[in-house]
Every structure is written in structure tokens, then in C-alpha cells.
């Protein structure tokens, strides 16, 4: 999957943008980036991805994923701090997906925080469509 565009839709393949973060190579250095790695998870089935960037307080035991939804579109709307020097941020997105039931999508404001580990997701708003 290098060669392809990152899912994240980023415009950048996925082995210059998500790979390294979810290899472990790189950390996210903004929330917004943290926020589309963990997209491009969901999209790849990284599901250990997505519970290691899970802030402690919040994360579950372990993560499931659907095999027959296919996550394929990223847009994010806003972000609220989450920068290099923040240690909090807010990042609002809708995640578009396809499935056995047709197509839908998620609307999220997600929470993150960076402390000493980087940049976590903490929780977030979500609605579905």
C-alpha cells in the first residue's frame, strides 16, 4: 500500500504521510495529524494503531474493527489549538465510509492531548449519518 495515496486524504502516499506514524518510525507533531493517522488506521486495519494514540484515561481494552466497512474519504472541518506548542486541541471532521448497508458517515469533534508520550486522543463528539 506505499505507493498508494494516503487515506487520510492528505494528498500525500501513505509511506510519506500515516506509514511511519503507524510503524512507530514517527510521532504526529500536531493533533490534525495524529487525528488523520488514526483515519488512515481505521482505514488500513491498524486497530493496535488506534489503541496505542488512545490517551490512558480513555482507552478501551482493544479495538475492533469491521471488515466489511471500508473507510474512504477524510474531510476536516476545524481545528482549535493542537498545535506543535499546544498541549491540548480539538479537531472536527467527518469520516466517510461504505459498508452492507450502503454508504454514511461520521461527524466528529474529537479531544487531544499532547504530553511527554506526544499527541493522544482523549474522546470526542460523535454523530453519525
Do not use: I, K, N
Not at 493517522?37 to 486495519?45: E, K, M, N
Not at 476545524?78 to 458517515?105: I, K, N
Amino acid at each position: 500500500m506505499t505507493a498508494t495515496r494516503c487515506p487520510c486524504s492528505s494528498g500525500l502516499t501513505y509511506a510519506e504521510c500515516c506509514e511511519p506514524l503507524h510503524l512507530g518510525a514517527a510521532r504526529a507533531g500536531t493533533a490534525e495529524q495524529l487525528m488523520r493517522s488514526r483515519f488512515s488506521a481505521f482505514a488500513v486495519g491498524d486497530a493496535a494503531y488506534l489503541v496505542r494514540t488512545w490517551h490512558p484515561t480513555t482507552r478501551p481494552a482493544s479495538v475492533e474493527l469491521d471488515d466489511d466497512v471500508t473507510w474512504y474519504r477524510l474531510d476536516v472541518r476545524t481545528t482549535s489549538g493542537g498545535g506543535p506548542f499546544d498541549t491540548r486541541g480539538t479537531v472536527e471532521f467527518e469520516a466517510f465510509h461504505r459498508g452492507p448497508g450502503g454508504r454514511g458517515s461520521l461527524h466528529e469533534v474529537s479531544r487531544f492531548v499532547r504530553d511527554a508520550d506526544g499527541w493522544q486522543y482523549v474522546d470526542g463528539d460523535v454523530s453519525a449519518t
